[in-house]
């Protein structure tokens, strides 16, 4: 009841404080001048390189000098960062390479070559045990679809629709095929489910008020799965006991489970009971046991989790606010089929060597990084003209020297000329929309690109050329002849992206976004856009331009900027000096807030403008995360307000001082009023019996007289909008 009356009050203080919002989305009209005081600007540097200053790293930054320390930020090898490996270490997946992922976390291609005979059960015990549960679950998705076939026909056009989807599509596209089993087919935005595994922290399947809710028509997996937890759910006594052995007879049970008993226990971790099954397994045994239900989940999971715990933890922040930059502007969706294969290479392997490196590098990188042509479809993309299009066997003769003829092969057609890479690489990587290209230019630009493709991308593959694929003949492109060449043509045509002023101009912009403000100065984007050219596409320099610039340290960008819900939860995290012993709940929250990480569909990846996540909804849902964490109530994530506030005896000096460490930079006055307000409307703060009620009550208390609340104070602290902002 106490939690419930602290979320109404914070619900007013959020809708009280609206209004207040505006100026985020507005210029300021204030003339601008340098920030005064050497902490204000160390908190400057703090709020904008970092995901938000911890206790101590204002007095530590201002004591080293800001510009020393900015330039220690721009070199990420001078610093030592080992500490964070610890925190990763019980992510396996985070160190695999894409085909040991594609070996442990099996996709529907291998389930399905394995129920044809193509390929044999692996041997060891917990893999097997994922293999098995989800043939079995392919088998209920078989015969789900057989019963649409079998259905009258004006029942199967209507149900049976959605299973024969993978069925239904054009030759070669492996899009909604790589949907896990009982996932959600690719093409449709990502869900918590995905990043969730088994915990109900993110669950897609809750109403508003969180009751989870009853889909109004089952699927034939869904029907078969409930028909098992009714009839046999436990039914072995051996079975219902396992919760009460100890973690290494717990997982050996499971491994030694017949396959009926196996789904039947998969079935019973759905819902959230998985992750409090996995308690005190090793990350083996736990990922095994989450993986029962959704294999590739896990992985994209655990990709998640050690994103945010790098945003937390590591002491290279700027490296982290590159790499999380990077990855949104070369935005790979996770859930798009073997993606979820691809997408821990692509952010280890492709994104994060690169972050503060050369342009070119970084864009050569992702073009032949599997996960962003498997993304774009570029894998498929073949040359209307090329060798495969037109049926030309690679080896023109056969035996005895007899010519081959050209001949399609049988019931297949080429998957043709895709220009969603050629458009793309234009539009939102290099030129961008207005950068004086044409339609004919990312035609031309798709041809330089037929051939670039995967190999075995099932299996995790990598990158390979396919001359066959590839369109012969010269391209044009923004008025650049390139001649036949065949890769080559592909890394010209990169080099001639990556040097353009249009780009160069492009970049500095959205660099100047995320660091300045959502309208930067147009001369502090052009100085930055010289540095790019002069220093060949250097990151690092680029940076350094824009950190020391007088814009920069404008008075006008001084908290500035909105933070997304990702620069949110890191900084409450930092902020609280917090212990997360667990971030799959934080996860979940960023699911909720409307950001699951490696979650955007569109290839514009999320928005950095405050426009696009301001609005009562999303302030309210803020506020109740930082109360939640606060009260203890984010399972796996550690906080002591009370020591935070040093104890004091009041509620008065209890807001004191959390306003001096979770808001270093200080709050107005209305959210200081905002917050007395509330702390008047807690039960006892009155000398009225009953449940408070909105506004001042008849007989307050002092506020210096009532008992202090530091977990609700911190709370409405870090929900204020003076902490969203940065």
Not at 153 to 161: C, M
Not at 531 to 545: A, C, H, P, Q
Not at 659 to 666: F, M, R, T
Not at 705 to 726: C, H, K, M, Y
Request: hydrophobic share 40%; glycine share 8%; aromatic share 6%.
């Amino acid at each position: 009841m106490a939690l419930r009356r602290i979320k109404f009050a914070a619900s007013l203080l959020v809708f009280s404080l609206a209004c207040g919002v505006a100026p985020l989305v507005a210029k300021k009209k204030e003339a601008p001048a340098p920030l005064p005081g050497d902490e204000k600007r160390a908190l400057h540097a703090l709020n904008r390189l970092t995901f938000g200053p911890r206790p101590g790293d204002l007095q530590e930054v201002t004591a080293m000098g800001v510009d020393r320390w900015i330039d220690l930020q721009l070199h990420p090898e001078k610093i030592d960062d080992k500490a964070i490996n610890a925190r990763l270490e019980p992510l396996r997946t985070v160190r695999m390479s894409s085909k040991e992922i594609a070996e442990e976390f099996p996709n529907p291609q291998e389930i399905n070559q394995i129920m044809n005979g193509k390929m044999k059960m692996p041997s060891d015990a917990a893999r097997r045990a994922i293999y098995e549960v989800q043939l079995a679950r392919f088998e209920d998705r078989k015969k789900g679809r057989d019963e649409g076939r079998n259905a009258p026909a004006a029942a199967s056009e209507k149900s049976a629709e959605p299973a024969m989807m993978a069925d239904n599509q054009a030759p070669g596209s492996m899009n909604d095929a790589m949907a896990a089993p009982g996932d959600k087919a690719s093409g449709e935005k990502m869900t918590g489910e995905t990043f969730a595994a088994a915990d109900d922290t993110a669950s897609p399947k809750e109403d508003a008020a969180g009751t989870p809710a009853k889909p109004e028509k089952l699927s034939s997996e869904e029907r078969a799965a409930e028909h098992r937890r009714e009839d046999a759910m436990y039914a072995d006594l051996e079975l219902a006991q396992l919760p009460s052995l100890s973690p290494d007879q717990r997982f050996a049970k499971v491994m030694s489970l017949p396959q009926d008993q196996l789904l039947t226990f998969a079935d019973s971790l759905r819902g959230g009971a998985g992750q409090k099954f996995v308690e005190g397994l090793n990350p083996r045994q736990k990922e095994t046991i989450l993986a029962l239900n959704n294999p590739l989940g896990v992985v994209t999971n655990e990709l998640a989790q050690a994103k945010l715990l790098r945003a937390i933890y590591s002491q290279r922040q700027l490296e982290e606010v590159m790499t999380d930059f990077w990855c949104n502007h070369f935005n790979v969706f996770a859930d798009k089929g073997l993606d979820r294969l691809m997408i821990t290479s692509y952010e280890r392997d492709v994104i994060r060597p690169h972050a503060l490196g050369k342009f070119e590098d970084l864009l050569v990188a992702t073009a032949k990084s599997p996960a962003m042509l498997f993304y774009l479809d570029n894998w498929q993309s073949t040359g209307p003209n090329s060798m495969q299009a037109l049926g030309i066997p690679a080896r023109p003769y056969g035996p005895y020297g007899r010519p081959r003829f050209p001949r399609p092969h049988p019931g297949k057609r080429p998957s043709g000329l895709n220009e969603n890479y050629g458009r793309e690489l234009l539009e939102l990587h290099t030129l961008s929309v207005n950068g004086g290209y044409s339609q004919k230019d990312v035609t031309e630009a798709a041809k330089v690109f037929t051939g670039w493709t995967i190999d075995q991308p099932a299996r995790g593959g990598s990158f390979k050329f396919e001359p066959r694929m590839h369109e012969p003949g010269t391209k044009t492109v923004l008025g650049h002849r390139i001649k036949p060449k065949g890769e080559s043509e592909g890394l010209e045509l990169l080099h001639l992206l990556a040097t353009s002023p249009q780009t160069a101009h492009f970049i500095s912009l959205k660099l100047a976004e995320r660091f300045v403000s959502d309208d930067p100065p147009p001369a502090l984007v052009d100085q930055m856009a010289k540095t790019f050219l002069k220093k060949k596409g250097d990151i690092r320099e680029v940076l350094s331009t824009l950190f020391h610039s007088p814009e920069f340290w404008q008075e006008g960008t001084y908290r500035a900027k909105v933070k997304t819900p990702l620069e949110f939860v890191a900084s409450t995290v930092r902020a609280t000096g917090a212990e997360v012993d667990d971030a799959q709940p934080l996860v979940g929250q960023l699911n909720r807030m409307g950001m699951p990480l490696f979650g955007a569909q569109p290839p514009t990846g999320y928005s950095m403008r405050a426009d696009a996540w301001v609005s009562s909804a999303a302030l309210l849902n803020r506020m109740n995360f930082a109360l939640a964490l606060t009260s203890g109530k984010i399972r796996g994530t550690r906080v002591d307000a009370a020591q935070l506030a040093c104890g004091p005896a009041d509620s008065s000096a209890t807001l004191a001082t959390l306003e001096s460490k979770l808001v270093a930079g200080g709050i107005s006055q209305q959210t200081h009023d905002s917050i007395v307000a509330q702390i008047h409307q807690a039960p006892g703060a009155s000398s009225n019996s009953g449940m408070p009620v909105p506004g001042k009550p008849e007989d307050p208390k002092p506020i210096e007289a009532l008992p202090p609340d530091a977990n609700t104070i911190a709370g409405l602290l870090l929900g204020s909008p003076e902490f969203q902002r940065r």
